[in-house]
């Protein structure tokens, strides 16, 4: 009974996670069409898989001034967006050149910028790779939640062979 317990417990948090992704999904597309109807959008992120990772959006206009900075940081589901008054009317490239303004960031913000920096650099100079767009690679099982699991149920398994072995003798 405790294990049906257990697992229930496990299905219901599982459950609760997924919908709490999804609506921190609908918070970025909301936000992402917000940006999106004053002009182009860049974004960067510094994804961290037990850290506080961030993602920002950036507001461009034609001329590729920014208008406006989005930055969501968090570990959890319940991080949201926030605006950063950084460089607003001035061209990204300077932004990105600014180590004064990027020293005032945060670590992980600062990363994020960079990030967007990049691919903005990228997408004017035909520098894309093909790996920026390729999600082919990813995969649940590679998560490494999975390979603690897999770890834990490999030693676990050895332990009972090793009881079994003890017990024959």
Do not use: W
């Amino acid at each position: 009974m405790p294990f049906l317990q257990i697992g229930l417990m496990i299905a219901a948090a599982f459950l609760v996670q997924a919908l709490m992704g999804f609506f921190q999904i609908k918070n970025f597309a909301k936000h992402y069409r917000e940006v999106r109807r004053r002009g182009r959008v860049l974004i960067g992120k510094n994804p961290r898989r037990f850290r506080s990772g961030s993602l920002m959006l950036i507001g461009l206009d034609s001329a590729g001034r920014v208008q406006e900075i989005r930055v969501m940081k968090g570990v959890s589901v319940f991080s949201r967006f926030r605006e950063l008054s950084l460089g607003v009317g001035r061209p990204i490239e300077e932004i990105g050149a600014d180590h004064d303004a990027l020293q005032r960031l945060s670590r992980t913000e600062r990363e994020c910028l960079l990030n967007a920096y990049r691919n903005f650099i990228n997408f004017k100079t035909h520098n894309l790779s093909v790996e920026d767009f390729d999600t082919s690679s990813v995969s649940i099982f590679s998560l490494p939640v999975f390979n603690s699991l897999l770890a834990t149920g490999r030693s676990k398994v050895r332990k009972l062979m090793r009881e079994c072995d003890r017990d024959a003798i």
